[in-house]
């Protein structure tokens, strides 16, 4: 995956090659005895304790550095340093408060010292402290970050790179998922061969064990491993089941979370116009990769898309007037045209989408999902310039009603102007590193967005408040919503959440409850909280973009009182480190991500002196957000430090910590698409069950002891009713009644006396309930609703009448009245259908519709019934009424399948439910 930080370019590869080695020397002289990489995921929220324990090994006292790589992602929030039983907390402060300190400590002389910087996705986080001879000190970062589902999986990635080989090196993971944990990868460059035996790997149902534990040896011999131990990355990819397309809602201490990544839904066709920089700046590398990503795309797009190609310079070109659909000829005219792409003048982005726009809006939305897609390198250099107007032109022309998602190709684009236009028009800003695998950078976005299958996406939640992001113009299958927030009072019982979207051809509707009836093992922890506050603080970040006046400092001081309230370091907060009295400290800022005076900075970032200046020049920036003046406030009043009165300190900030964009991309898109045969998750027809040919499955139950599920019969005028066995797991017939048009089918458990599995019920030939143990899909023909079994619900059309409460499921179709029961025993779940009212008319078949039975008992034989004066050999037994909610046991006359099923089993099985 990601290779570390070895990308950059020119000045910047320059830069880290010094960071990187720079260290080497000293490390001699010091002994890291403990590495230890601690990560905790639940519920998709990952909290990571990196804790590293060194020995001084010389007899003086010496500067010990700790020095690690975080995804970009993360929220730093906690380090500390434990000197001699001492303990030095950070302190996160407001970014202004701590930089005036620092500015003063850096007046008094001191320096100040943590660093951060930007690689594609890590970021640099480096300390040091001054340790006396032969003394040890402990120091503990922690960060955390919501782990984005992309391309149909997480990652979270670990970085390791200790420095030198380690004696007592561990990476433990431990990820605890309550929907269950679908796959599990371990990639990135330590899963290698050498390394594999370190690594194991234990995957319960809802949880998952990563170890990494290398010896001294292997920790020098694996691949891009050496003298300085290992170095690389440990990705672990995986994702988890969604047993019902509502997805995964999941509650504590009065905070909830929804993961929503539906994939069972039919693709929305798109409309999409790739808008292409070809300005001079574009020559080279650059336009060949654009080129051979676009020959990619345009490969991939689908038969009943629509796509428009729009180059620019300082002129705008078109290749068509309008979108076109795309089939076989007009992609191979496209091609043609991609593959003579060639770079030109000047950039006016302005012109450029304002004709991608224009070609959208002219083209007809309905039933699809529009999109338009600028890539770019440069700033916009002729025809409007103005920023802003670009922004208000683009923003207008608009007007929300598609997604623009805005590529910036390298270091020279202008990223904030490139990412504040597409976030204000509901997409998300991308980087594209000038690297070898630039195309595939393009492609894998492309990917991302390929394949919308909801739009217009509402999530609704009765009973939460302070809610993150609830309205989502588009979802592409392969990403996720997430939706976290607050619920009053911590008043379960009366939240519900719904999802209302549109699919290909309908609208569709989720509902469910939070699971009160099973919940989460007590878990005391507050990752929910914290979760919410991290995707607060994120969405957050990205409104302060978009505004300005009074609104920007709005949302800005909301965005810090929650990073002050939760600890984290972002572009409005910075920590101070505080540290030993006397300390000399260092400094260091991390670049924000596409800041182009900041990124130069880096040149000198292997000279913390001029890194200090850097520093400085940074000032005017701070100072605009009014560095409050007045008394230096003080630090280190927190944790131990301020035993010690005013040590040294630190800041640590991060601007621009994560991308955004990035972040926003998978939250920001769940969109929507159409939705055909949602009930088709229910049917589940590839399900091999259903494949049994019945009859040979029939003749094994009455010859061998298989499975089986007891069902009762009642007898007519006797107190004692009759029942027998049906082997489990087929699938049954349970009601015909072809005078109105309806059938009930459904499908046993596979475990003896479990129920049903599944039940359908099909009337009026394309409407359809599909019921299991997780909730209930009602399709009248158009729209398709969902809810769980929780849910009250009192729907009511003028073919049905559906009545949901207390865990039945009440259906009444013309004359016939059925209810559905969901049950519990025995630890598995099933339905237990009840015929409460028989269909009037003729010829009515099923399961369910078996009359009663007369029988007499044949006079001294105990054992033999005569049924319709046939004899029938029975026994005494026992069975459980389902059709009463206590499932009381009864005594009944257990007679064999043949004679309970006139005409054999044959006739009341089916293939397909
Ligand atoms: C990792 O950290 C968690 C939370 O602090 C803790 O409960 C767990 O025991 C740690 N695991 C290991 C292997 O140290
Ligand atoms: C969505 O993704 C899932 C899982 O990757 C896949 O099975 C499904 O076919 C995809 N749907 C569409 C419409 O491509
Ligand atoms: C929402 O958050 C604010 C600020 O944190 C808090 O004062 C308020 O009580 C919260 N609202 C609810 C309904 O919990
Ligand atoms: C979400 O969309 C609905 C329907 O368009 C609208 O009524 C509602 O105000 C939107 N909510 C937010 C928070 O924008
Ligand atoms: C389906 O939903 C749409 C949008 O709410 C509504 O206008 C339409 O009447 C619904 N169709 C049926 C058959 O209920």
Redesign the pocket.
């Known amino acids: 995956m990601m290779k570390g930080v070895s990308v950059g370019v020119g000045l910047l590869g320059l830069l880290l090659a010094c960071v990187t080695t720079a260290p080497t020397d000293k490390n001699r002289d010091w002994d890291i005895y403990s590495f230890h990489i601690n990560s905790t995921v639940t519920s998709r929220y990952a909290t990571t304790i990196i804790t590293s324990r060194v020995a001084n090994r010389i007899d003086q006292s010496q500067e010990i550095e700790f020095h690690v790589k975080i995804p970009k992602n993360a929220f730093i929030s906690k380090f500390k340093m434990t000197i001699e039983g001492q303990t030095y907390d950070g302190i996160v402060k407001q970014k202004e408060e701590a930089q005036q300190q620092y500015t003063q400590a850096v007046s008094r002389g001191q320096s100040a010292g943590i660093v951060s910087s930007v690689g594609r996705t890590l970021e640099e986080f480096k300390t040091s402290v001054t340790v006396a001879a032969l003394s040890k000190v402990t120091f503990e970062l922690t960060y955390e970050e919501l782990l984005k589902r992309r391309l149909g999986k997480y990652e979270l990635l670990i970085h390791a790179r200790p420095m030198q080989p380690v004696a007592d090196f561990k990476i433990d993971v431990y990820i605890n998922e309550r929907p269950g944990i679908n796959f599990l990868d371990i990639t990135g460059g330590l899963s290698t061969e050498a390394l594999a035996n370190a690594i194991t790997k234990t995957h319960a149902s809802s949880e998952a064990w990563v170890h990494f534990y290398p010896s001294k040896e292997q920790q020098s011999q694996c691949e891009s491993c050496g003298e300085q131990g290992l170095n690389g990355d440990l990705v672990i990819a995986y994702d988890v089941h969604r047993k019902t397309s509502m997805g995964d809602l999941n509650e504590a201490k009065g905070y909830f979370v929804h993961h929503f990544a539906p994939s069972n839904l039919p693709r929305i066709p798109k409309n999409v116009v790739f808008i292409i920089d070809r300005s001079g700046s574009m020559h080279g590398r650059k336009m060949e990769q654009t080129r051979e990503a676009l020959l990619k795309i345009l490969g991939d797009l689908a038969e009943d898309d629509h796509f428009g190609l729009i180059t620019f310079d300082s002129s705008v070109s078109t290749w068509r007037k309008e979108l076109l659909p795309a089939n076989q000829d007009n992609l191979e005219a496209a091609k043609s045209f991609a593959r003579h792409i060639h770079e030109r003048g000047a950039t006016d982005i302005n012109a450029a989408v304002l004709e991608g726009t224009a070609m959208l809006n002219r083209h007809p939305q309905e039933g699809s999902a529009s999109l338009l897609i600028l890539l770019t390198d440069g700033d916009p250099t002729t025809g409007e310039t103005n920023l802003e107007k670009i922004h208000e032109n683009i923003k207008e022309a608009i007007g929300k009603k598609f997604p623009l998602y805005c590529l910036g190709f390298g270091m020279d684009v202008n990223f904030d102007f490139l990412e504040k236009m597409a976030l204000e028009n509901g997409g998300v800003g991308r980087r594209i590193y000038t690297d070898s695998d630039a195309a595939l950078q393009l492609q894998g976005f492309y990917e991302e967005v390929a394949t919308p299958l909801l739009t217009d996406v509402q999530m609704v939640y009765l009973g939460g408040a302070n809610l993150t992001q609830t309205n989502f113009s588009q979802y592409y299958n392969g990403s996720e919503i997430v939706v976290a927030g607050q619920i009053p009072d911590n008043n379960i019982e009366m939240f519900t959440a719904e999802v209302i979207a549109i699919s290909k051809s ?2 569709v509707m989720y509902s469910d409850t939070l699971p009160t009836k099973e919940p989460i093992e007590a878990r005391s922890d507050s990752h929910i909280q914290r979760l919410w506050a991290y995707l607060t603080v994120k969405q957050l970040l990205d409104k302060e973009v978009q505004l300005s006046g009074t609104a920007k400092e709005k949302v800005k001081k909301e965005a810090l009182d929650l990073c002050l309230k939760y600890g984290f370091v972002t572009p409005f907060t910075s920590m101070v480190v505080t540290k030993p009295q006397g300390e000399d400290s260092q400094v260091a800022h991390k670049p924000k991500e596409g800041e182009k005076r900041i990124q130069s900075s880096q040149v000198d970032y292997g000279s913390s002196l001029h890194f200090l200046n850097h520093q400085v020049h940074r000032a005017p920036e701070l100072s605009a957000r009014n560095i409050p003046a007045g008394p230096p406030p003080k630090v280190g009043l927190r944790g131990n430090a301020n035993k010690r009165g005013g040590g040294g300190r630190g800041i640590m900030s991060s601007g621009g910590l994560m991308s955004r964009s990035d972040y926003d991309y998978d939250v920001g898109h769940a969109v929507q698409q159409s939705f055909p045969d949602f009930a088709m998750d229910f049917l589940d027809f590839n399900d091999p069950l259903r494949a049994h040919p019945t009859k040979t499955t029939m003749r094994t139950t009455t010859t061998t002891v298989s499975p089986v599920q007891r069902f009762l019969l009642p007898a007519e005028g006797q107190a004692l009713p009759l029942c027998y066995d049906i082997p489990v797991a087929l699938s049954l017939r349970l009601l015909i009644d072809p005078n109105n048009d309806l059938a009930m089918n459904g499908q046993l458990g596979q475990s003896p006396s479990a129920g049903y599995q599944k039940i359908v019920i099909h009337y009026r030939s394309d409407q359809h309930i599909g019921l299991d143990t997780t909730g209930i899909t009602f399709n ?4 398709t609703t969902y809810f769980s079994w929780s849910l009250k619900i009192n729907h009511e ?1 003028d073919s049905v009448s559906l009545i949901l409460r207390d865990k039945e499921m009440d259906v009444t179709i013309a004359s016939t009245r059925v209810v559905i029961m969901l049950y519990k025993r025995n630890g598995i779940k099933f339905l237990w259908p009840v015929l409460r009212q028989r269909p009037t008319g003729e010829n009515i078949i099923g399961i369910m519709a078996l009359p009663p039975v007369a029988y007499e008992e044949v006079q001294g034989i105990t054992m033999k019934l005569k049924i319709q004066d046939k004899e029938v050999d029975v026994s005494r037994d026992s069975a459980v009424d389902l059709s009463v909610r206590s499932a009381p046991n009864v005594a009944c006359w257990l007679m064999p399948l043949q004679s309970a099923l006139l005409g054999g089993l044959a006739d009341f099985t089916v293939t397909q439910l």
């Open positions: 309908n609208r009248d023909g158009q729209n059309t």
